[in-house]
C-alpha cells in the first residue's frame, strides 16, 4: 500500500478480445464498493496488447515493470490474444514477462461453487467445493528450457526441462501451509508425481516433508497428480488448500473451475506477497465471442474482489462476492450461464445492487 493504507493505485490493463469487455465491468463494480467505503482507489489504464503491438511494433514497453512494480499496488488485468497476432509474441511478452519479472510465484486460483445449479456433478452442493489451488508461477516446465536436435528428420529429438529450485518449491509450499494458519483452513494437500519424475518432483517431497513439520496444526497430506484428478471430481469436499507445480496446477485449476461453472466464472491472482501483484481472470480473450456484449464479466469482478482482499479491504471483497452471488440468484447473467443479460447490464446490475446493499452501507 503506497499511503498508508487509505488508498491503492491500481494499474488496469484491459488487453484484448473480452478482456477489453469485462474489465471496465470490474472497475465500475470497484469504484462503487470502494467509494461507498469511503476507501479510495486509483485506476491508470495501459494500452498494452494486440493494437499496440500492431500498430506501434511494442509489446511489454521499456521501463513498464519498474513502472508497474514501483507505481502501482496492484495489476488488474483481462486477457491477451488476437487472431491478427498468430504467434502470440505480445501476450507472451507482457503477461510472461509481468508474471516472472515481478516475480509472482503464486498463482492463486480459488474454485468455488456460487449456486448449486452451476456445477456438472450430481447432488455436490455450495458446501462441498470450496477450494483453493495454489499452482507454482515461475518454475517448471513453462521457463522454455529445451531445444530440438534434428529438427524435420526422421530422427528428431525434441527435449524440455522441467526446473525446480529448492527456493521455488519451498517457498510455494510454505505459502500453502501460510495461507492455511492465516485464513484459519484445516487442510492442505501436496501433489506432484514424484514416482515417475524421480529428480524433479523428489525434491518436492523432501522439501515438503521439511516444511510440513513446522506446521504441526495443519492437516496435510501427499496425492499423486492422477490420484489428485481422480479425487477431485468424486469428492471435491476433501480439499481446502492444493499446492503443486506450474503443470499440475494449470491443469488442476481448470479442472477446478468447470466443477464450479465454468470459466465465465474464474477468478486467479499471481501473487507476490507484499509486493505488485497481478489479478485476471482465468478466461482468455474469447475471440470467437469478442465484440457481440455477452461475455460474462463475473469472472473478471470475483477477480477484482481478490485483488481488494490481497490489499487488506476483505470487507469490501465480501460486499462484492455477496452480489455476484445474488446476480447468480437472480439469474440475472450472461448466455454461457443460461442468462440472456449483455455484459455490461451485469455490470450496472452489481453497481445497483452494491449501491443498495446493506453490507456496503456497513462499511462507511
Ligand atoms: N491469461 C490470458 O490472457 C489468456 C488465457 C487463456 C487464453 N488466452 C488467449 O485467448 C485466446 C483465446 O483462447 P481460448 O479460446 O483457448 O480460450 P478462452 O478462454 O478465450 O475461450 C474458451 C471458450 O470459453 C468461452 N469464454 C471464455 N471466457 C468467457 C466469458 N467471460 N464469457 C463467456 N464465455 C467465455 C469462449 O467463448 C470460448 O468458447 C488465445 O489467443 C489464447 O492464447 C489468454
Known amino acids: 500500500m503506497r499511503n498508508g493504507g487509505l488508498k491503492a493505485r491500481i494499474a488496469v490493463i484491459p488487453g484484448d478480445g473480452i478482456g477489453a469487455e469485462v474489465t471496465p465491468q470490474a472497475v465500475k463494480v470497484l469504484k462503487a464498493v470502494c467509494s461507498s ?76 461453487l456460487l449456486h448449486d445449479r452451476l456445477t456438472p456433478l450430481r447432488d455436490r452442493t455450495e458446501k462441498d467445493i470450496r477450494l483453493i489451488v ?25 527435449v524440455q526441462e522441467d526446473v525446480n529450485s529448492r527456493k521455488g518449491v519451498e517457498r510455494i509450499i510454505r505459502y500453502a501451509f501460510e495461507y ?73 485449476s481448470d479442472l477446478g473451475a468447470q466443477l464450479a461453472g465454468g470459466l465465465g466464472l474464474a477468478p486467479s491472482g499471481n501473487i507476490h506477497p507484499g509486493k505488485t501483484s497481478l489479478f485476471e481472470p482465468v478466461h482468455g480473450s474469447a475471440p470467437n465471442i469478442a465484440g457481440k456484449g455477452i461475455a460474462n464479466p463475473l469472472g473478471s469482478v470475483l477477480t477484482s474482489a481478490m485483488m481488494i482482499e490481497f490489499l487488506g479491504w476483505k470487507p469490501q471483497a465480501e460486499v462484492i462476492r455477496s452480489a455476484v452471488r445474488a446476480a447468480l440468484q437472480e439469474n440475472y447473467v450472461t448466455p ?8 455490461v447490464a451485469v455490470g450496472d446490475w452489481l453497481v445497483n445492487f452494491v449501491g443498495k446493499n446493506h453490507l456496503a452501507k456497513q462499511l462507511k
Not at 515461475?138 to 525434441?158: L, S
Not at 454461457?336 to 455484459?343: S, Y
Request: glycine share 10%.
Open 180 to 252: 492455511a494458519r492465516q485464513n484459519g483452513v484445516r487442510r492442505v494437500c501436496m501433489s506432484d508425481k514424484s514416482n515417475a519424475m524421480t529428480f524433479a518432483h523428489g525434491l518436492w517431497q523432501r522439501v515438503f516433508k521439511e516444511v510440513r513439520q513446522e506446521y504441526a496444526d495443519i492437516d496435510s497430506r501427499h496425492l499423486y497428480i492422477d490420484t489428485l484428478a481422480m479425487e477431485i471430481v468424486r469428492d471435491p469436499s476433501q480439499f481446502d488448500i492444493i499446492v503443486t507445480c506450474n503443470l499440475f496446477g494449470d491443469i488442476i
Open 336 to 343: 454461457d450461464l443460461g442468462g440472456n443479460k449483455n455484459t
Open 134 to 158: 495454489f499452482r507454482e508461477n515461475t518454475e517448471g516446465i513453462y521457463v522454455g528450457v529445451g531445444g530440438v536436435f534434428r529438427q524435420g528428420t526422421p530422427d528428431e529429438i525434441a
Open 37 to 112: 467505503a469511503e476507501r479510495p482507489l486509483e485506476f491508470v489504464e495501459f494500452d498494452w496488447g494486440a493494437d499496440k503491438y500492431l500498430r506501434e511494433g511494442v509489446t511489454l514497453p521499456p521501463g513498464g515493470v519498474e513502472l508497474l512494480r514501483e507505481e502501482f499496488d496492484a495489476i488488474l488485468f483481462g486477457a491477451l490474444g488476437d487472431p491478427r497476432v498468430p504467434s502470440n509474441q505480445h501476450a507472451a511478452d507482457i503477461l510472461l514477462g509481468l508474471r516472472f519479472k515481478l516475480d509472482l510465484y503464486v498463482n492463486a486460483r480459488p474454485v468455488e
